[in-house]
């Protein structure tokens, strides 16, 4: 089947997921970014890269964190960037998603950054500007539904990289709310990809989706079997809309089972990382004494999302 | 008309006849097979040669859209379609707009159909008023008005106590009873298959427990009230297993599939393909696999197409926000001649799953069938030709299959109700 991101050349013209796309190019955008994260420490934090292109950031679910790093990496690339909530415009008054970019297109749009609840959004998206022989414009996943969050994934293995210098040696573990998490689907297919040689995945039954090993990871309950001498810990967030009812008891017994405490983290290799991709749950996913410690590098994740954001921009606008 | 098909290689699965010869038509009726009967003359003669004759196909569940639906398809439209599939009996789920609840929708769209005058429509009755589940429909009264069963098509009863009245006082006038093994609550919120590509592309599963735990609720019930039951749409190896076990404990119940889950699997969903997202959901390899291999050895009783057209605006969405369904009345006999083909079942054997096996789901005994004395529906079709899925091909309405773009065997080249050609397709 013909991947919907890359061009006939094999090239980039989207990105939508990370799931199978090759390591060569997870390791190009993971090259790219490297230099950007100097851009930000200049007194004039811009770079013309993008001058004279226009990004749509279309978020039809909220987002402020992920919208405000988008914009601000293609600012810094010197793009024109327009911000549009759909949740509050066109979608409330019933216009189809497929109108809303139409009309976007009319408007000169370069690149569309593509934030929705649905999950596979972002391709309907690109599959129509395929149809409409528009592939002078670049689509950008920003996060759908419980499918993909490209850019989160490659920040994640840009901080993993930085940290850890290679992939080829690490264990890794990606804890919580995996069933309903685009981050940790991500995450996963990028480090299968990148070659760590052992990913787990630990949380409880009812959070861990159906057939999840195929995906490549071991799968484990016991958080303390789990985080055994692992180089790398991946926190998930835990909505609010998860924590009572069906799928757990209580927000207490999930911090109790699979919260990352300092106890717990002392499992895990000494010089192990703890990330996080925000926002956090202090005392639900997450002690307080971790997320502030000296293992983790959760603000660092931030900083480096504004770097990979760019090389992912430039990338495809070139 | 008197009408002389010659040279014809005549299949009639019930009579499991499979010969070249002639087959002669008068008064709307088959007349004879082989050699034409006494003071025959016939006013047309159609020359059959290279072609099957067989009876036009019989499709135990396709939606019309009528009423309610209109800006998705129509009677005619579908109609056009049915033609040109070579089906000429179809069976029509009740979930319209309003459900087939109260007698006169249901002899409305009899009599709209027959005006028409191309397939043969019979109607599934709403087995609760508006399908809602919680008041019992007039059984007696709709079948009166031509319903040959009662369905809540893919609208679950909740409560159990609802469903095992309704089945029990279907039972006391032994009207059928079609229910679609889907769990409301375990199938609730879910838009694919709970596996390994829905767990990849982030679709929210509908889990096989949630048609094994109907099947389980709904046989239960069937042999406590004695209701005859048919099940529609069956997706999974699991659900075939307990039909299965079933029968082996005497019990009397039939079953069929459709062309989209004989053919297709999870897998197909590609990137989010929303042709794919269909009712019950496509299951994964193994399953479509236990499909096969039932209807061919008999398990299955009917293969359908369960068409349900769907307008663009409805596919054009994100996957779990489409509308679910696929068109398939063109397809049937193709995917029926593909199927037959890839299991290597002689044509006579697989013919019988969308004519003579069918018929006896719905209850039809005037076709179905090639007797003489039974109704002249007919399907004419070249098992050489083939043709290609296309939007602009298709005859419904609903350009939506997740089959477009394929070349399939089978080209029907006439199509005959009641003795009248109602499709031919000479030019080509």
Same mark, same amino acid.
């Given at each position: ?30 090259? *790219? ?286 | ?86 089906? *000429? ?52 009264? &709709? ?55 829905? *767990? ?18 709904? &046989? ?82 009917? &293969?359908?197409?369960?068409? *349900? ?120």
């Amino acid at each position: 089947m013909h991947n919907p991101q890359l061009n006939k050349h094999g090239e980039l013209q989207h990105l939508l997921t990370l799931d199978g796309l090759p390591r060569e190019i997870l390791n190009a955008i993971l090259d *790219t970014a490297a230099p950007f994260t100097e851009v930000a420490e200049r007194e004039v934090k811009k770079v013309p890269l993008l001058r004279g292109k226009s990004i749509f950031n279309l978020f039809f679910e909220n987002s402020t964190r992920t919208r405000t790093t988008f914009e601000i990496a293609a600012k810094r690339l010197s793009a024109d960037v327009v911000n549009l909530n759909i949740s509050t415009s066109s979608a409330a008054k019933g216009e189809s998603l497929l109108d809303t970019v139409d009309n976007l297109c009319a408007m000169q749009a370069d690149m569309f950054v593509v934030r929705h609840a649905a999950s596979g959004a972002p391709f309907l998206i690109a599959r129509h500007l395929q149809e409409q022989d528009r592939d002078d414009i670049h689509v950008i996943n920003a996060g759908d539904g419980r499918h993909a969050h490209p850019t989160q994934g490659l920040l994640d293995m840009y901080t993993i990289r930085h940290f850890k210098g290679d992939f080829t040696g690490l264990t890794v573990a990606i804890v919580g709310d995996v069933l309903h998490s685009r981050v940790a689907r991500s995450q996963i297919s990028a480090l299968t990809t990148l070659g760590v040689p052992e990913v787990r995945v630990i949380g409880p039954k009812t959070l861990l989706p159906t057939d999840v090993e195929r995906m490549g990871v071991r799968v484990f309950h016991d958080m303390r079997e789990g985080l055994r001498d692992v180089d790398v810990v991946m926190m998930l967030r835990l909505q609010n809309e998860r924590m009572s009812g069906a799928l757990l008891p209580s927000p207490q017994e999930f911090y109790k089972v699979w919260g990352l405490t300092a106890d717990k983290l002392a499992l895990a290799r000494p010089d192990a990382i703890v990330m996080h991709p925000g926002p956090m749950n202090r005392g639900v996913e997450i002690d307080s004494a971790v997320a502030d410690g000296a293992q983790a590098v959760i603000l660092p994740q931030v900083t480096f999302g504004i770097a990979v954001r760019m090389a992912v921009m430039s990338m495809l606008a070139s | 008309m008197n009408i002389k098909i010659a040279n014809g290689r005549v299949i009639d699965p019930a009579n499991e006849l499979d010969q070249v010869q002639d087959l002669y038509v008068a008064g709307g009726k088959i007349a004879a097979l082989g050699a034409a009967p006494q003071g025959f003359s016939a006013e047309r003669v159609i020359d059959a040669q290279g072609l099957v004759v067989c009876p036009g196909l019989i499709d135990v569940a396709a939606r019309l859209r009528e009423p309610g639906f209109e800006y998705r398809a129509t009677l005619e439209s579908e109609m056009d379609a049915a033609m040109a599939g070579g089906v *000429t009996s179809l069976a029509i789920p009740p979930d319209t707009d309003p459900p087939l609840d109260e007698p006169g929708l249901v002899e409305m769209l009899c009599h709209r159909a027959k005006k028409l005058n191309r397939a043969h429509v019979y109607p599934v009755g709403a087995l609760t008023l508006g399908l809602k589940g919680e008041r019992l429909s007039e059984m007696a009264e &709709l079948v009166d008005s031509g319903c040959v069963a009662f369905s809540q098509a893919n609208v679950p009863i909740v409560d159990n106590a609802v469903l095992m009245r309704a089945m029990q006082y279907a039972a006391t006038f032994g009207f059928r009873v079609w229910l679609q093994p889907l769990a409301p609550f375990l199938s609730r919120g879910g838009f694919a298959h709970d596996g390994e590509v829905a *767990t990849r592309l982030g679709l929210p599963g509908i889990p096989t427990a949630a048609e094994t735990v109907a099947l389980y609720t709904y &046989l239960q019930l069937a042999k406590v009230t004695g209701a005859r039951l048919h099940i529609t749409r069956l997706s999974s190896a699991e659900g075939l297993g307990l039909i299965e076990q079933a029968r082996a404990e005497g019990m009397d119940v039939t079953c069929d599939v459709s062309i989209n889950h004989l053919h297709l699997s999870d897998m197909d969903i590609g990137y989010f393909d929303s042709n794919c997202h269909l009712v019950p959901p496509l299951r994964s390899q193994r399953d479509r696999e236990a499909l096969r291999a039932g209807l061919r050895d008999g398990r299955i009783d009917a &293969l359908c197409s369960d068409h *349900t057209p769907v307008d663009d605006d409805g596919k054009q969405t994100p996957f779990s926000e489409s509308e679910p369904g696929a068109t398939g009345l063109e397809l049937l006999l193709p995917l029926t001649l593909k199927w037959a083909d890839e299991v290597r079942i002689p044509l006579v054997r697989a013919l019988a799953k969308v004519t003579s096996d069918a018929a006896r789901l719905v209850g039809i005994t005037k076709a179905g069938h090639l007797a003489p004395g039974a109704r002249a529906d007919l399907c004419l079709f070249d098992p050489e030709a083939t043709i290609q899925v296309s939007r602009r091909g298709l005859r419904s309405q609903g350009k939506n299959t997740p089959f477009l773009g394929l070349e399939l065997p089978g080209r029907v080249r006439y199509t005959l109700v009641e003795g009248q050609v109602m499709f031919g397709d000479e030019a080509a």
